[in-house]
Nanobody
């Protein structure tokens, strides 16, 4: 089992930035694909971005404002969020799986999840 711990959430005004981090630990036996998902109140969880050893994949809404990166040596994934909007308010979850994900933005591809970190963007 892989444990995931997110950090970096908080409250910010529209137009601001936040950087989320997620550290993986536990039984890690190969390269991880790690992703970020989010869930707003009364909405379904949606993918934000994912990254494996090759390249990042972004949801359409995240392509121009968010940057995902990963420190493979430390098994830490980051999500730099810029130009935040009130509609970005959600709980952000880190997810991970060993190896490459067939569909990196499909949550069914991940079997390890963190508890989430809250991001609140005020107008």
């Amino acid at each position: 089992q892989v444990q995931l711990v997110e950090s970096g959430g908080g409250a910010v005004q529209a137009g601001g930035s936040l950087r989320l981090s997620c550290e993986a630990s536990g039984h890690i036996y190969s390269s991880l694909t790690m992703g970020w998902f989010r869930q707003a109140p009364d909405k379904e969880r949606e993918a934000v971005a994912s990254i494996d050893s090759l390249e990042p994949t972004y949801a359409d809404f995240a392509k121009d404002r968010f940057i995902i990166s990963k420190d493979n040596a430390k098994n830490v994934v980051y999500l730099q969020m810029n130009s935040l909007k009130p509609e970005d308010t959600a709980r952000y979850y880190c997810a991970a799986r060993h190896g490459t994900a067939p569909s990196p933005l499909d949550e069914d591809n991940y079997n390890n999840w963190g508890q989430g970190t809250q991001v609140t963007v005020s107008s």
